[in-house]
């Protein structure tokens, strides 16, 4: 007898027994699901090319083995996070079965702790976002400005764009009244450029050391955390009131560019004035423009409102299901470009001054390039919200100027990652890192990805025989701009003392329909206001921006108008300014169609067609989901809502579901004469009121009877499917119709 070989062979029968299945499949308090699972195990999906682990560098060169492909999911079986291939993830390891779980479940332990810190801290601006990757291709045009190699011809640099609100939580909704971030990471061949910029072209704050103060006003109220999201309420127009250089930007709030129809309708701008420099050393200054190729586009209030409880996901959602469906949202990039002078001034605008514009008609924006998103995020956490950007990150080519606000962000965005992404190795995360090599002399530090090798990170050294070197003709040029002697002071430039001829250079170049949504705007947020002193304050401020705008909002708030107390400044409008009164493409625009079983399916198929030929996204709404005949069905009448649809066309008028709320009820004053769903007529009924165009062929006729709007602008009966299609497509370049507004 043995006693080791006898040991060891029962330790064989015990793991043995182990392994075999311990009950029969699915029966409970098995170990296995009651439910089945497929049980062929198979590769998870490979991670996208950007996600591969970085090859370690060596500042010699050398060359180390390199670690497996990804830190992604690899391979068939669940693992621990040590590659240990698990047996049960289901059940913690306890003490019998109605036993207390062991301290010893390693298992169990790794996975409740991972998960207890799956969340990161959210941005302290800018929380709520969304992001997409995509392609820039240069136009050349540039290229005579700077020696930036991802603006010469033909150029093609790979993107990846990040929008957001300023305020909001990262749960908050997304069509709130706000200022939208709009980030651009491009990975050039000369390291990264992250043009950081917003969809308004002002900023409220002149000088970055009183971003606290803005932020903590706009933000909510401490005591209560609301409102979530709102810039209606007393310490935002408290700040804006005494603090009039905002009044620019607050009037931009108040328009309809605070509450966009969809990330892929929004104008991006840089905000600051850059330096250009090109290989000769020559240069000029720019503010850069995203112009959509959609066209600027809003919500009305009433369907931002809607949006933000039926979908409060309503501008992540278009965005990830435009890239689905094929209809790729897309930008040109533009600059405005001036001589670089002493002054820094253009037209007499003070260039350094982020709350001024230079108007379009002054300065044409001109196309250098184009950019086109047209993939999803994989993975949100690893790529929208893992996205850092620093305006520090700049190719060679592109500098900085003393606009006094760009310069404090360059601090700020490297500084906030510190917290935000836990160390200083945020650039290693796979979303940030640059898609050329990188040899920096950084070490250690958090999260540490890299191998580094090498003896002598620093410079100069002999013992790794001067490596890196630095590259005297391609590398960074910070471009030698003479500082004019001066003391140090905390002062501003006097320009800076102008806050209301811009604010009225706005308001005058809105058209009638946008000033009114404007006075509503101011009348709504100053309303929910509780302190009379602030009301009165902004109102006169308004004074300062225009009369008719300033009666109208004491009006509505019952208030007497001051009189302003400074002059009205003597400005003309600036034309491109105003979203109405342009055609844009249809493309990627949202088309409902009504259809029931009774309709005729064949024509509601045609149109379907037609409307994906022509570029846009059909969605079929039915009585319940599923098929209707041969045609999948994407909305339900319970699904549905209006301010998903750029234009609805009815083919059907579908009686009310046996489950509906009581289709008439003369008493509680529901439309219709009960024949028609009310769903339905709640779908028309809103679509026309926010504008939209409408049509209708065969029974679809009777909802426009039923809803009252039959006849009116933008509302077209016609004989069959092709022509109400054809009649709809002739009122979306429009974006709305404009005539139902008074
Ligand atoms: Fe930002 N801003 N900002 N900002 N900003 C941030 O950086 C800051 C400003 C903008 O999708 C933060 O990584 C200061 C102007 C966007 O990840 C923070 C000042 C413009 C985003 C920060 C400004 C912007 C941010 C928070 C005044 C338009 C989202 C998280 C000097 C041109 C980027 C982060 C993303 C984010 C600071 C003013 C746009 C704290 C100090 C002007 C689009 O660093």
């Not at 607050?250 to 560019?257: A, G, H, K």
């Not at 001589?339 to 001034?345: C, K, L, Q, S």
């Not at 308004?542 to 108008?561: F, H, K, M, Y």
Request: proline share 9%; charged share 20%.
């Amino acid at each position: 007898m043995d006693p080791i070989k006898d040991a060891v062979k029962s330790a064989a029968a015990k793991i043995a027994d182990a392994a075999a299945p311990p009950a029969v499949p699915g029966k409970p308090g098995s170990g296995t699901p009651t439910v089945d699972e497929p049980t062929t195990p198979r590769e998870p999906l490979p991670p996208s090319q950007e996600q591969g682990t970085p090859a370690p560098k060596s500042p010699t060169g050398a060359s180390y083995a390199t670690p497996p492909a990804a830190n992604a999911q690899q391979g068939a079986y669940l693992t621990t996070s040590a590659g240990t291939r698990l047996r049960d993830t289901d059940h913690s390891l306890k003490a019998g079965p109605r036993g207390p779980i062991l301290m010893q479940d390693h298992h169990f332990r790794e996975k409740i702790t991972h998960f207890d810190h799956e969340r990161i801290p959210e941005r302290v601006v800018h929380a709520r976002g969304a992001g997409a990757h995509g392609v820039f291709t240069s136009y050349g045009t540039a290229s005579a400005l700077t020696r930036a190699r991802f603006l010469q011809k033909d150029v093609e640099t790979q993107v990846f764009v990040r929008f957001s609100t300023v305020l909001g939580s990262r749960g908050s909704a997304d069509t709130v009244r706000d200022t939208r971030g709009f980030a651009t990471k491009f990975y050039t061949e000369e390291g990264n450029f992250d043009l950081v910029g917003n969809n308004m072209p002002v900023f409220f704050i002149q000088d970055a050391i009183k971003f606290p103060d803005i932020v903590h006003a706009a933000k909510w109220h401490p005591d209560r955390e609301i409102p979530q999201a709102q810039s209606a309420h007393d310490t935002f127009w408290d700040f804006v009131s005494l603090h009039t250089e905002a009044q620019h930007h607050t009037i931009w709030n108040m328009s309809d560019r605070g509450i966009p129809r969809s990330y892929r309708m929004m104008e991006g701008f840089g905000v600051h004035t850059f330096r250009l420099v090109n290989e000769a050393g020559e240069t000029v200054l720019v503010k850069f423009h995203w112009k959509p190729k959609l066209g600027v586009h809003s919500l009305t209030w009433e369907e931002a409102q809607l949006a933000g409880g039926v979908d409060p996901d309503f501008h992540r959602r278009d965005l990830y299901d435009a890239i689905e469906a094929g209809a790729f949202p897309e930008w040109e990039l533009g600059v405005q470009v001036f001589p670089d002078t002493p002054e820094e001034t253009f037209a007499g605008i003070d260039l350094l001054d982020p709350t001024k514009i230079v108007p379009e008609e002054l300065a044409e924006v001109q196309p250098i390039g184009r950019m086109v998103l047209n993939r999803t995020p994989t993975n949100f956490f690893a790529e929208s919200e893992q996205v850092a950007f620093h305006l520090g990150q700049l190719p060679p080519g592109i500098d900085v100027t003393n606009d006094p606000l760009l310069q404090g962000r360059l601090f700020s965005y490297l500084d906030t990652q510190l917290t935000r992404l836990a160390g200083p190795n945020f650039n290693q995360i796979p979303i940030n890192r640059p898609h050329v090599p990188v040899n920096d002399m950084l070490r250690d530090g958090f999260h540490q990805q890299a191998v580094h090798a090498g003896v002598a990170p620093y410079r100069p050294n002999s013992l790794d025989e001067g490596n890196p070197s630095v590259d005297k003709k391609d590398g960074f040029v910070d471009v030698p701009v003479r500082i004019a002697e001066a003391p140090k002071i905390r002062q501003n430039p006097v320009s800076f003392d102008d806050h209301f001829s811009q604010a009225r250079l706005f308001w005058l170049s809105m058209s009638p329909v946008e000033q009114e949504h404007i006075i509503r705007a101011y009348s709504f947020e100053l309303g929910k206001c509780y302190e009379q002193a602030i009301k009165e304050r902004q109102l006169r401020c308004l004074a300062r921006i225009d009369p008719v705008l300033c009666s109208s909002v004491a009006e509505a708030l019952g208030l007497p108008v001051p009189a302003p107390d400074g002059p009205i400044a003597e400005v003309t409008g600036s034309p491109a300014l105003s979203q109405i009164g342009h055609e844009w493409p249809a493309d990627g625009r949202l088309i409902g169609i009504v259809a029931d079983a009774g309709a005729d399916l064949t024509a509601v198929g045609s149109v379907r067609e037609a409307v994906f030929a022509a570029g846009m996204v059909p969605l079929l709404i039915a009585p319940h989901g599923g098929k209707l005949g041969p045609l999948d069905v994407q909305r339900t009448f319970a699904t549905a809502r209006s301010i998903e649809f750029d234009a609805i066309l009815l083919a059907a008028a579908p009686p009310p579901a046996p489950d509906a709320v009581p289709a008439r009820d003369e008493k509680a004053g529901a439309p219709g004469n009960g024949a028609v769903d009310p769903r339905v007529l709640l779908l028309v009924t809103e679509a026309w009121r926010h504008a939209k165009a409408i049509g209708a062929w065969d029974a679809g006729a009777d909802v426009l009877a039923q809803a009252g709007v039959a006849g009116t602008p933008g509302v077209v009966t016609a004989a069959g499917a092709t022509e109400a299609l054809t009649a709809v497509q002739e009122l979306l370049p429009a974006h709305r119709v404009w005539q139902r507004f008074r």
